[in-house]
């Protein structure tokens, strides 16, 4: 089957890990652009520019659900890491199962929670395993009481993504390792999320950036979404107790 009716040169395409990464209880991804589609096979460009050490943290056989849009539509197929080309390119078997689907919108809301983060290009494999250690030692971790208040920041947040100023200066494609408090004396969440979008206009010296997460726990992004059903009821019960 040829896809080119759906994928275009430069489109931005998002791989999400199939078992055994998803099945071990997190997100695994990272976006790529499509660069050239052969009999059975798609050409794809990293935009982390990892090299040396840094290299492509991802490999051979390893299977992906590729997702991204075409036409106003979701497009969705599975294929396979078949092998590396140069520095910033891989090479991915695709199947013939591809799907067509309506994007559902995903819940978001503004809200103020705690948030640190720290920023980088060109460093993907470092940052997932910095992001590998930090689920680790939270999950050993018994009391978290006594964690240090985080810095506050105003958020939109949702369980895929979020939305919030950066110190400048930031690029599209830059990672960002986060460590969230929504909540006081509950255990932070730490997800891997890479820049997808900027504004165009700076407020003093930092830029609203739009984040999608690579790497977060599943069952963190169940704890995304019982904070925004919780803060969207809290929310409601305060503005019928106001007074008219």
């Known amino acids: 089957m040829r896809y080119s009716k759906y994928f275009k040169n430069g489109q ?3 791989l999400r890990a199939r078992p055994p990464a998803s099945a071990s ?15 059975d096979y798609f050409d794809l ?13 991802f490999s051979a056989g390893m299977s992906f659900e590729i997702l991204s849009d075409a036409l106003g ?24 199962d591809l799907q067509i689907f309506q994007r559902r919108l995903a819940d978001r809301l503004d809200s103020m929670i705690g948030l640190r983060y720290t ?25 978290y009481s006594q964690v240090p208040a985080f810095p506050k920041a105003r958020v939109n947040l949702s369980r895929s993504g979020i939305r919030f100023q950066i ?29 997808v979008w900027l504004d165009e206009e700076e407020t003093g010296e930092r830029r609203t950036a739009g984040m999608q997460f690579l790497n977060i726990l599943e069952e963190d992004q169940k704890r995304i979404e019982k904070y925004l ?13 106001k007074p008219d």
Request: glycine fraction near 8%; aromatic fraction near 6%.
């Open 12 to 14: 931005k395409i998002f």
């Open 25 to 39: 209880g997190r997100v695994d991804a990272l976006t790529v652009y499509f660069c050239e589609e052969g009999p």
């Open 73 to 96: 539509l979701g497009v969705r197929l599975t294929g396979t890491i078949r092998e590396k080309l140069g520095e910033e390119t891989i090479r991915l078997q695709v199947n013939n």
């Open 119 to 143: 920023k980088g290009q060109g460093t993907l494999r470092t940052f997932r395993q910095q992001w590998e250690k930090n689920i680790r030692i939270l999950q050993s971790t018994k009391d």
């Open 45 to 57: 460009a990293l935009p982390y520019g990892a090299r040396g050490e840094e290299s492509f943290p």
């Open 229 to 241: 059903r919780k803060t969207v009821v809290t929310a409601a019960e305060a503005k019928d107790k």
């Open 167 to 195: 110190k400048a200066p930031v690029e599209v494609a830059d990672l960002c390792l986060l460590l969230m408090r929504l909540e006081p004396h509950n255990a932070p969440i730490c997800t891997l999320a890479e820049v």
